[in-house]
């Protein structure tokens, strides 16, 4: 498993989910990582990778805020001497009708969600232009192809990812550096519970795994994907199987956009 062998990797919103299952999966296939959360949970994830054998380091990180975007940026190149992939997985969510959202809540979810993708992307296509190029995934939503009753503020700024994602892909494709999204529908971590309906849903529902069953419906597949099936795509666009690739939008979704 070497798929991504002598890459060097950042992964922000590390100590979960998504970003949690990246992180171990591209230290599995031999990619050094640099592994971000604001969440001190991830110093547990980095130090799993290490009883692996895998050479990773955690960094405390407000992806929101560009001075901590430079000191990331910074770690990177003084443990690993390159950069190579960065996944910018970290992101915030919350459901609310329009009328009910008030103006610091969506500049919250903008600040992570969209200035961090901003930020993140910009540090590290300064960094890559110094070392030949590299990979940009940037993870969006199938809400960001779509509209979502109540999440017009995470809609906004996930279908901003996906434009920012292919206007910079053209910008950079001539530095070899190639920028996709990724857009998944829904997954089964941890962020669901952080969400207002959450307890009632599984009140409703009766437990929480049919809490889960009842959002897999809305899929065609009829369940939700898993963090590793989302981070086995994240792999593909960070590795050399995908060298032909940038300005794409990878849509693992269950079916629910075929719609």
Not at 224 to 242: K, Q, T, V
Request: hydrophobic residues 45%; proline residues 3%; aromatic residues 6%.
């Amino acid at each position: 498993m070497t798929r991504m062998q002598g890459k060097a990797a950042i992964v922000t919103g590390a100590a979960s989910g998504i970003g949690r299952a990246t992180a171990i999966l591209f230290a599995r296939e031999g990619a050094r990582v640099l592994l971000t959360d604001l969440d001190p949970a991830g110093e547990a994830v980095a130090d799993s990778i290490r009883g692996e054998g895998g050479e990773v380091h955690f960094l405390r990180h407000d992806v929101s805020d560009e001075a901590s975007w430079t000191t990331a940026i910074r770690r990177a190149l003084e443990a690993f001497g390159r950069l190579d992939v960065l996944v910018n997985n970290a992101g915030i969510s919350f459901a609310k009708p329009l009328g009910e959202t008030t103006l610091a809540e969506w500049r919250q979810l903008m600040a992570v969600n969209l200035d961090g993708v901003f930020l993140g992307t910009r540090e590290a296509v300064r960094a890559m232009r110094g070392s030949g190029g590299g990979a940009i995934i940037n993870v969006s939503s199938a809400s960001g192809l779509v509209g979502s009753p109540t999440a017009s503020a995470y809609c906004a700024s996930k279908g901003g990812v996906r434009l920012f994602t292919k206007a910079v892909a053209l910008e950079v494709a001539g530095d070899g550096i190639r920028v996709n999204s990724i857009h998944p529908g829904g997954v089964r971590t941890p962020i669901w519970a952080k969400a207002d309906f959450w307890p009632g849903l599984v009140a409703q529902s009766g437990s929480e795994d049919a809490a889960f069953q009842a959002l897999a419906g809305a899929a065609p597949l009829g369940r939700l994907a898993e963090p590793e099936e989302i981070a086995e795509a994240i792999l593909y666009l960070a590795s050399d199987a995908s060298k032909f690739m940038t300005g794409s939008e990878l849509v693992i979704d269950g079916g629910y956009t075929a719609r």
